[in-house]
C-alpha cells in the first residue's frame, strides 16, 4: 500500500513541481508586482490603472471580440458537429481533419492569411475590413469553430437516437425534437465548448496584433505594450490579474459543464446509430446542416489559407518562386538576423524538445486524473488537479514569458541564456492540450478492468501497463500533433524568450511583417506557408493515426 501510494505521489508531485517551477512561480511573481511597491502593500496601481480611460476601452473591446467570437463560432460550430459526427459520408475523417487543422495553425500565420484576403489587393479588399473588429472576429471564429465542432460533435456521435426518436414518433417535426430533446441533452457540451471559446477569444494576441488597427487593442495586447514598449510592469501586472479573473471564471464554467456532461448524458455504445447523410429520414435538416458546414468550411476556413498560398507566389516580376527562393536569405536591408530556412529548423528543433516535455507531463496528469477514486476528498484533488493544469490554456502567454525572464534570472535556475527556456516555455502552452487529449480515452476505460486486474494479482504498474496502456497508445498519437504544432506557431511568449541568433519561424514572420518593402512582406507570405504546411502536416497525421475517440478538448 505504501508503494502504491508513494508511485501516485510521484506520479501528481513530478508535474505539480513542473507547474510551480515554470508557470505558477513566474506569473505570481509578476502579478505581485501590481500588488507590492517598496517592499509594501499598494493597491493604489490598481486605482491607477482602471482610472485611464485606454483601460476599459480594451476591456470592454476584449469582452465584445469574445462574446462575438463565440456566438458565432457556437452558431455555425452546432451544423458542423452534426455533420461530421452524426452523419456519416464519403470523407468525412478528411472533412475533420480539415477542419481541426485551423485551430493549431500560428496565430500569426493566420494574421497574414486574412489580411491578404482583406488588405488592399486582396480579393475582399474593396469591403475596407482590413484592420476592423470585423476582421478580428473571422479570424477569432477560424480558430475556434473546431473547438465547438468536436466537443459537441464528440458527445451528439454518443447520444442515444431513441429519445428523439420517441418524439417524432409521438408527432413532434425534427425542428422540435431538436429544441426540446437534443439541445437540452446538448446543453452541458455546448456549454462546455462556448466557455473555452469564449477563453482562447479573449486571449487572443497574435491576430490581434496582426490585424488590429491603431485603435483596436484587448487586455493581451496591452500587458506587451505596457511590458515591452513602456516598461511599466505595474500596469502590465495589474491587467494580468483581471484577465487572470476572467481566465478563472471560464474554466470554472467550462469544467462544472464538462462534469455535468458525465454525469447526466446517457451516451451510447452501439455505432450502429449513427444517421446517414440523405438518408431519406430528414431530408430537410440533413440538406440546411450541410450547406451551412460547407459555406463555412470552405468560405471562412480554405478561402483565407488559398489566398495566402496563392499571393506567396507573386512577386514584384510576376507569378513565381521568388518568394521561396528569398527565405535563404536575411531579406531586404537585412531584415533577420538569421536566413527563415535556419528559423524553421530552430523551431523544428524546439518543437520536439517542447513536445518530449509536454507528452511527459501532460501524460502523468491525465493519468492521475483519470481515476475515479472513492474518497470525497481524494476526488476533489482530482478535479483541483485537472483544473489547475488547464490554466496555463488562459493565461497571457506574454506574462509567462515575461514573467521567465524576471524570476528565472538567478541561481540556482539562471536560464536566460540557455537553450532550453523556449522549449519550456512551449510545453507549458502545450500541456492542457495534451491533457485533453488524452484524459476522454483513459476515463472510457471501464474501471471494472483495472478491479478485475488487481483481484488477479497485478500490482499498480503492471494493471497500468496491461490496462490503461492499449488505450494511452490511442491517445498519444493526437496529442503528439497538437503539442508539435502549437509548438511550432507558439508566439506570445516566445517572442520575450528567443535569443537573437536562434529566432522561432513566427518570431521572424512577425519582424518581416513589420518591415518596409515588398520583398520582405512576400517573404512573410511564403514564410507562413511554409509554418502552415508544417503544422497541418503534422495534425493530419496525427488525425489518421489516432482512433475515433469522441470529446478531445
Known amino acids: 500500500m505504501t508503494r502504491r501510494w508513494l508511485g501516485w505521489g510521484l506520479a501528481a508531485g513530478v508535474p505539480l513541481a513542473f507547474l510551480t517551477v515554470f508557470f505558477a512561480w513566474p506569473v505570481a511573481t509578476l502579478v505581485g508586482r501590481g500588488f507590492v511597491a517598496d517592499g509594501s502593500l499598494d493597491l493604489s496601481g490598481f486605482a491607477e490603472v482602471f482610472a485611464r480611460p485606454r483601460t476599459w476601452r480594451m476591456v470592454g473591446l476584449t469582452l465584445s471580440l469574445a462574446s462575438v467570437g463565440t456566438v458565432l463560432s457556437v452558431l455555425l460550430g452546432i451544423p458542423g458537429a452534426y455533420v461530421l459526427y452524426r452523419c456519416r459520408f464519403p470523407g468525412r475523417s478528411a472533412a475533420r481533419a480539415v477542419v481541426t487543422v485551423p485551430f493549431v495553425l500560428p496565430t500569426v500565420v493566420v494574421g497574414v492569411a486574412f489580411r491578404s484576403l482583406l488588405a488592399e489587393g486582396g480579393p475582399l479588399g474593396a469591403l475596407g475590413l482590413d484592420g476592423t473588429f470585423a476582421a478580428i472576429v473571422m479570424a477569432l471564429v477560424f480558430f475556434n469553430y473546431a473547438v465547438v465542432v468536436r466537443t459537441v460533435g464528440g458527445m451528439w456521435a454518443r447520444l442515444d437516437p431513441r429519445t428523439e426518436q420517441a418524439a417524432r414518433a409521438l408527432g413532434a417535426s425534427p425542428a422540435r425534437a431538436f429544441v426540446t430533446v437534443t439541445l437540452p441533452a446538448l446543453a452541458p457540451a455546448v456549454a462546455s465548448a462556448a466557455s473555452v471559446v469564449f477563453l482562447f477569444c479573449?486571449?487572443?494576441?497574435?491576430?490581434?496584433?496582426?490585424?488590429?488597427?491603431?485603435?483596436?487593442?484587448?487586455?493581451?495586447?496591452?500587458?506587451?505594450?505596457?511590458?515591452?514598449?513602456?516598461?511599466?510592469?505595474?500596469?502590465?501586472?495589474?491587467?494580468?490579474?483581471?484577465?487572470?479573473?476572467?481566465?478563472?471564471?471560464?474554466?470554472?464554467?467550462?469544467?462544472?459543464?464538462?462534469?455535468?456532461?458525465?454525469?447526466?448524458?446517457?451516451?451510447?455504445?452501439?455505432?450502429?446509430?449513427?444517421?446517414?447523410?440523405?438518408?431519406?429520414?430528414?431530408?430537410?435538416?440533413?440538406?440546411?446542416?450541410?450547406?451551412?458546414?460547407?459555406?463555412?468550411?470552405?468560405?471562412?476556413?480554405?478561402?483565407?489559407?488559398?489566398?495566402?498560398?496563392?499571393?506567396?507566389?507573386?512577386?514584384?516580376?510576376?507569378?513565381?518562386?521568388?518568394?521561396?527562393?528569398?527565405?535563404?536569405?536575411?531579406?531586404?536591408?537585412?531584415?533577420?538576423?538569421v536566413t527563415v530556412w535556419e528559423a524553421t529548423r530552430n523551431s523544428l528543433r524546439i518543437a520536439v524538445d517542447a513536445t518530449v516535455l509536454a507528452v511527459v507531463v501532460g501524460t502523468l496528469v491525465a493519468v492521475v486524473v483519470s481515476r475515479r477514486p472513492r474518497s470525497p476528498h481524494a476526488r476533489r484533488a482530482v478535479r483541483t488537479l485537472d483544473s489547475l493544469f488547464m490554466l496555463p490554456l488562459g493565461v497571457s502567454a506574454v506574462t509567462v514569458g515575461f514573467g521567465f525572464l524576471i524570476t528565472l534570472d538567478r541561481p540556482p535556475l539562471d536560464l536566460r541564456s540557455s537553450v532550453v527556456l523556449v522549449p519550456i516555455a512551449q510545453a507549458v502552452v502545450a500541456i492542457p492540450l495534451v491533457v485533453r487529449s488524452v484524459l476522454p480515452v483513459l476515463r472510457a476505460i471501464d474501471p471494472r478492468l483495472r478491479e478485475a486486474a488487481s483481484v488477479l494479482g497485478a500490482g499498480p504498474g503492471r494493471v497500468l501497463a496491461t490496462v490503461d496502456g492499449p488505450f494511452l497508445v490511442r491517445g498519444l498519437g493526437l496529442a503528439v500533433g497538437f503539442a508539435f504544432a502549437v509548438s511550432l506557431g507558439e508566439f506570445g511568449a516566445t517572442s520575450f524568450l528567443s535569443r537573437p541568433d536562434r529566432p522561432t519561424l513566427p518570431v521572424v514572420i512577425f519582424r518581416l511583417i513589420g518591415r518596409p518593402g515588398a520583398e520582405n512582406y512576400g517573404m512573410a507570405l511564403a514564410g507562413s506557408v511554409v509554418l502552415a504546411l508544417l503544422t497541418a502536416s503534422v495534425m493530419l497525421l496525427a488525425e489518421r493515426m489516432r482512433a475515433d475517440q469522441g470529446e478531445t478538448w
Do not use: C, K
Open 202 to 337: 479573449a486571449t487572443a494576441f497574435g491576430v490581434v496584433m496582426v490585424l488590429g488597427g491603431p485603435g483596436l487593442g484587448t487586455i493581451e495586447t496591452e500587458i506587451w505594450v505596457q511590458t515591452t514598449q513602456f516598461l511599466d510592469l505595474r500596469s502590465a501586472a495589474v491587467l494580468s490579474v483581471v484577465q487572470l479573473l476572467v481566465v478563472t471564471l471560464a474554466l470554472t464554467v467550462a469544467g462544472r459543464a464538462r462534469r455535468r456532461g458525465e454525469r447526466a448524458l446517457r451516451l451510447r455504445t452501439d455505432p450502429g446509430h449513427r444517421l446517414r447523410l440523405r438518408s431519406g429520414r430528414r431530408p430537410g435538416a440533413d440538406l440546411l446542416a450541410a450547406s451551412v458546414t460547407a459555406v463555412t468550411v470552405l468560405g471562412l476556413l480554405v478561402t483565407p489559407v488559398a489566398v495566402l498560398v496563392v499571393r506567396s507566389l507573386r512577386t514584384a516580376d510576376g507569378w513565381g518562386l521568388g518568394n521561396y527562393v528569398a527565405l535563404g536569405t536575411t531579406g531586404g536591408d537585412n531584415a533577420l538576423t
